[in-house]
Structures are given as C-alpha cells and as structure tokens.
C-alpha cells in the first residue's frame, strides 16, 4: 500500500491545528490527548524558525497519544539540512507506525531573512532540498508504515512540484475555489489536505477583525496575496487586510452549522483532509474548542 492510501485511511476527514505555547510540554500532552478523545484524526503543528521545533513537539504528542496522526504543517525547510529532516521523519515514522504525516515548506521571505539566512528562489530552494532528502533516504531507518511527504504549495509551479515530487500538496487559507484547483492540477492519485481557519462566532465586524489580525495578507511578501491574485481577486480587494468578501472568502466564522458547512465544502471540492484552526476567544483553551466542534466536525 502506498502512502496516499495509508494517509487516506488514516488522517480522517477532519483534523485539527494545536498552536501551542512553548512550555509546559505537559500542556502539549494533555491538549492532544484531549483532541484524540475527542474524535479527530489528526494532530497538525507548525514551525517557524527556532522556538517550538516541530519534530520535539510531534515527538511529544506522539508519545501522549495512542492512535491518532501527527503531522507538521510545515516543517521549515530553512530549520534544518534535508538529511536531518529525512533523518527525523524516518525515526519518528519507524517509532510510531503509521501516525506521521510530514509536511514541509519555504515559509517567508521576512522570517527566513529574521534568522540570518538569505531567501532564495522558493520553487528552486524545494527542489533542491527534496533533492537532498532523497539523496539521504538511505541512510534514514525506512518505516514498515510509509508517511506521506506534502509540500506546503500555495501556486501552480509548487502544486506542480508536490504533483511530481511528494505525495501531495498542503495549501493554507485559500477560497474553496483554490481547492478545487488544486485538486484538479494534483490528479487524484496524490493526498490534497488543506489547512482551514474556523472563528467561531456571528458578529460579522469582531469576526472579521480576528482575521485581519492574523496579518495574512499585511505580511511583506505575503504569498497568500499572490495567489489569491491568480485567483481574480483585485489589488484593491486585497489592500488593507483584505476587503469583506476576501475575507469571507479565506475565514470560515459563524456558528458550528454555517462553519461545518465551509469545511465540507472544501472536501467536496477535492480535498482528502482539512486541518482546522479554531478561534473562539471566548473559550478557554484549543483542545476547548476542538471539543466544541468535534459533534458538528465530525
């Protein structure tokens, strides 16, 4: 069995996004065991450079947990050398058979520059880097349970590269339009698991305002702006923080009903998983939302 139809057994339809703080560990523990309980099949983390390293907080989840998947979304690509990445996939994927998903991406311009790195062609950068990661796979234990390899790919030359290179693509924050793109470029042989906001709540203008304060489309070479200028979308739409309707577009908020529908929607347009960040200020904790949603998610 390939990895694509592994991770299509395996991930669930539905996962969730755990962006927690950087200490205690014993607080990434209890979060992700509670989002187990709760239902969902997948635990998604994400990394910038420095601070939260993605494969200690899988590391810790993993062992927190019983059955459900870990998946980085992204592990960066500027973070570490790609035999270190294989290295690191390959003995948490031998460890716990069948639970890692590994997604890996180029991240920013101004973050990858904020670490003392220069920032290169992305497309390139990847290439190259998946390059090195083959080069090293046998020096890597090699998992009974193969994971899924997806590359974060936000544009058609990206998508493209993930078509021929991985096992599948991981875009983020995009319109249901863009997944039904995707989907259609990738084939249907390749894993589409797209990352989804969720704002929990029914005032239009407090909703909106959580989204733009997210700074998606602020961010100096925002490639979530370029894409959604592929998409039709026009540079006044996209200026400051985006207008209503891009907004409403890339931000899935409402009640549980009108946010359920959303993240369907994008499973009927194609996509094989949607990871789900939630944002409810309202309520406590991550794992409190997840737990709110899971009867409606799930």
Known sequence: MTAVDEARGRLGKVGVVLMTPIAPAEDWR?????????????????????????????????????????????????????????????????????????????SMGAIVEQSG???????????????????????????????????????????????????????????????????????????????????????????RGIARSTQMLAMPGSPYLRSLKTLGYEDAALADGGSDEVIDACFNWGDETAIVKRIHDHLDAGADHVGVTVFAPDLPSAAAQYERLAPFLL
């Open 30 to 106: 209890r979060a992700a065991k509670r989002v187990e309980e709760a239902g969902y099949g997948t635990i998604w983390l994400n990394e910038a450079i420095g601070g939260r390293e993605v494969f200690s907080q899988m590391s810790v989840m993993l062992a927190a947990t019983d059955r459900i998947v870990v998946g980085s979304a992204i592990a960066n690509l500027w973070a570490r050398h790609p035999a270190a990445m294989q290295g690191a996939a390959a003995v948490l994927g031998d460890a716990y058979p069948g639970r890692l998903a590994l997604g890996v991406g180029v």
């Open 117 to 207: 790195q220069k920032w290169a062609s992305p497309l390139t950068k990847m290439r190259e880097y998946l390059d090195g990661m083959d080069t090293s796979a046998s020096a890597a234990p090699v998992p009974d349970i193969p994971f899924p390899r997806l590359v974060a790919a936000l544009g058609p030359k990206m998508q493209e590269l993930a078509r021929d290179r991985a096992d599948g693509a991981l875009p983020a924050a995009m319109p249901v339009e863009h997944t039904k793109a995707t989907r259609e470029r990738l084939g249907q042989d390749k894993l589409l698991v797209v990352m989804q906001t969720a704002i929990l709540g029914t005032d239009p203008e407090k909703a």
